[in-house]
């Protein structure tokens, strides 16, 4: 978690050159979701929970990576609070989705649809 924060933090700063509003917005979901990973890691689960909802809000319902990301990123915050009756949709959102998902697919790393699925088994 130390060594991510640093990162999230340039990429924060990289974002704010963006001028383009859409792009920007999903720049902002990515960092969210990856802040609360990192935030988990650290043990602030309240901070966790809250760059997750923050995700999932700048990314609209559909089947992108990027919703994908966030829907994973607050099922896991939300499950490791216990609060699993409220992970369990996210985490159901991301797991419709990520068949989509080939390393071959634009919006997608290549290697983590293997590793989402087996995170959303989590539920």
């Given amino acids: 978690a130390e060594t991510a924060a640093p990162w999230l ?3 924060e700063d990289a974002g704010r050159a963006v001028d383009d509003p859409a792009q920007t917005l999903l720049i902002e979901a990515a960092i969210a979701s990856g802040r609360s990973i990192e935030r988990l890691l650290a043990g602030d689960e309240v901070a966790a929970v ?3 909802r923050r995700a999932v809000a700048l990314t609209p319902p ?3 990576w990027w919703r ?3 829907c994973v990123a ?3 915050a939300l499950h490791a609070t216990d609060q699993l009756h409220e992970a369990e949709p ?3 959102e991301a797991l419709a989705v990520c068949p989509l ?3 071959a697919a634009a919006d997608a790393p290549p ?3 293997l590793g989402g699925r087996q995170l959303l088994q989590l539920s």
């Fill in 62 to 64: 559909g089947d992108t």
């Fill in 111 to 113: 290697g983590l649809p």
């Fill in 101 to 103: 998902y080939t390393s």
């Fill in 50 to 52: 809250g760059a997750g």
């Fill in 68 to 70: 994908t990301l966030a």
């Fill in 9 to 11: 933090d340039a990429a």
């Fill in 74 to 76: 607050l099922g896991i």
């Fill in 90 to 92: 996210f985490l159901e």
